[in-house]
């Protein structure tokens, strides 16, 4: 696939503990995008962080939390991104989602590996 120029990031905000289906909701996420044949997703856990509910989750020893913050970060053609979209509504019921227009400089996987 090739991927340069204009496009859009998609960021989905939940938390770690979140589920779907007894899955990691998370999981599901870059499972769908995967399967919509986007350009790639990356799962990233914060260190601490908070929400609509104000209560602040944090990795620190003495409040560890078990719900950290997790981005899931998706770019890709802004077409692709929005025909996405309606994927997530089942699943993103607490959360953020938004999107920010990039610029994508290099999109280059590694040599010798195909995509599926």
């Not at 999981?27 to 986007?38: D, F, N, S």
């Not at 790639?40 to 719900?67: C, N, P």
């Not at 997530?88 to 938004?98: A, I, R, Y």
């Not at 999109?107 to 195909?114: F, K, N």
């Amino acid at each position: 696939m090739k991927l340069e120029g204009p496009a859009v990031r998609l960021t989905i905000l939940v938390g770690e503990s979140d589920q779907w289906r007894h899955r990691p909701l998370y999981h599901e996420i870059v499972r769908r995008a995967h399967e919509a044949g986007l350009a790639g997703a990356t799962v990233m856990r914060g260190i601490e962080g908070y929400g609509a509910s104000s209560r602040i989750h944090t990795d620190r020893i003495l409040s560890l939390s078990e719900d950290l913050p997790v981005a899931i970060v998706i770019v890709d053609a802004e077409e692709r991104i929005r025909a996405f979209l309606p994927r997530l509504d089942e699943l993103v019921t607490e959360g953020l989602v938004v999107l920010d227009p990039v610029e994508v400089i290099r999109y280059a996987g590694r040599p010798g590996e195909a995509a599926p």
